[in-house]
T-cell receptor, first 112, second 113 residues
Framework: KQEVTQIPAALSVPEGENLVLNCSFT??????LQWFRQDPGKGLTSLLL?????REQTSGRLNASLDKSSGRSTLYIAASQPGDSATYLC???????????FGTGTRLQVTL | DTAVSQTPKYLVTQMGNDKSIKCEQN?????MYWYKQDSKKFLKIMFS???????INETVPNRFSPKSPDKAHLNLHINSLELGDSAVYFC????????????FGDGTRLSIL
């Protein structure tokens, strides 16, 4: 059974800092991994999707890496801004009917 | 234009009632999902449909019955509501079952009194 863990559970950083969010999964037989952000009272916004054959994906200030063999992914946020404050979720697609298994989330606060 | 829309946004009702949540997507996707986010914010899949056909039923009580009248709609009907059903329910869609990104609605917050 796939289990996905995210560390840390919460993180507070001052504006401008670079930061890394971690995601680990127990079964390395994945199809892809997706990073989302969730704002309070809102749905999930897809940030990046990395296929199992890829090592990293970039979008603006965001960079996600994937090490499938060790069961790890990281989301790097450069030059953080208060608008980045949200909960970040990683989700692993095992390929079985596109079923996503979600991590526990990291609640990020970027302070002025 | 909202890609994945759910109604209602909030639902407050009493134990034992029956309620429905509607979901529609205008992305032309073939696959739709229902997820439940509990009080600890943990998200778990409940159902998925592909072209109106049930694909995933993740050991959800049979009080929950999804219905897909066409591939743009996936509704969730819940019978005999229980306190433990209080949660936020999210609808999502993806192009097909090939692992494309999933797009989520804003959620329906269900509160059982």
């Amino acid at each position: 059974k796939q289990e996905v863990t995210q560390i840390p559970a919460a993180l507070s950083v001052p504006e401008g800092e670079n930061l890394v969010l971690n995601c680990s999964f127990t079964d390395s037989a994945i199809y892809n991994l997706q990073w989302f952000r969730q704002d309070p009272g809102k749905g999930l916004t897809s940030l990046l999707l990395i296929q199992s054959s890829q090592r990293e994906q970039t979008s603006g200030r965001l960079n996600a890496s994937l090490d499938k063999s060790s069961g790890r992914s990281t989301l790097y946020i450069a030059a953080s801004q208060p608008g980045d404050s949200a909960t970040y979720l990683c989700a692993v697609n095992t390929g079985t009917a596109s079923k996503l298994t979600f991590g526990t989330g990291t609640r990020l606060q970027v302070t002025l | 234009d909202t890609a994945v829309s759910q109604t209602p946004k909030y639902l407050v009702t009493q134990m034992g009632n029956d309620k429905s949540i509607k979901c529609e997507q205008n992305l032309g996707h073939d696959t739709m999902y229902w997820y439940k986010q509990d009080s600890k914010k943990f998200l778990k899949i409940m159902f998925s449909y592909n072209n109106k056909e049930l694909i995933i039923n993740e050991t959800v009580p049979n009080r929950f019955s999804p219905k897909s009248p066409d591939k743009a709609h996936l509704n969730l009907h819940i019978n005999s509501l229980e306190l433990g059903d209080s949660a936020v329910y999210f609808c999502a869609s993806s192009q097909d079952l090939g692992g494309q990104p999933q797009h989520f609605g804003d959620g329906t917050r269900l509160s059982i009194l």
